[in-house]
Nanobody, 126 residues
Framework: QVQLVESGGGSVQAGGSLRLSCAAS????????MGWFRRAPGKQREFVAA?????????YYTGPVKGRFTISRDNTRNTVYLQMNSLKPEDTAVYYC??????????????????WGQGTQVTVSS
């Protein structure tokens, strides 16, 4: 059974930084694309960032976070990270880690991610 456990959320002022971590178990981690999604109050879940399964670790970002957020992975620790800099109030949301449903899948569509963490709250005040 796949388990994803996020950590690192919290409250910061605008312009601050946070680093989210997601520890995975129950899957051959290096073979799976990993992603971060978020759900802001009153809004639908949206894609934030993804990193591919390949050794090259190709990365993908939604437009509003490009240049501010960085996704990375450590296949030796079965962990994916999301470094968030220059945070804005509009980044306030519950952030979810997700693993693709199929190995060697490369994409960013939420329905193609079959395993999800419990979420971690990020609150950015102005």
């Amino acid at each position: 059974q796949v388990q994803l456990v996020e950590s690192g959320g919290g409250s910061v002022q605008a312009g601050g930084s946070l680093r989210l971590s997601c520890a995975a178990s129950g899957l051959p981690f290096s073979a799976y694309t990993m992603g971060w999604f978020r759900r802001a109050p009153g809004k639908q879940r949206e894609f934030v960032a993804a990193i591919s399964w390949s050794d090259r670790g190709n990365t993908y970002y939604t437009g509003p976070v490009k240049g501010r957020f960085t996704i990375s992975r450590d296949n030796t620790r079965n962990t994916v990270y999301l470094q968030m800099n220059s945070l804005k109030p509009e980044d306030t949301a519950v952030y979810y880690c997700a693993a693709a449903s199929s190995p060697q899948y490369t994409g960013t569509m939420a329905p193609d991610f079959g395993s999800w963490g419990q979420g971690t709250q990020v609150t950015v005040s102005s």
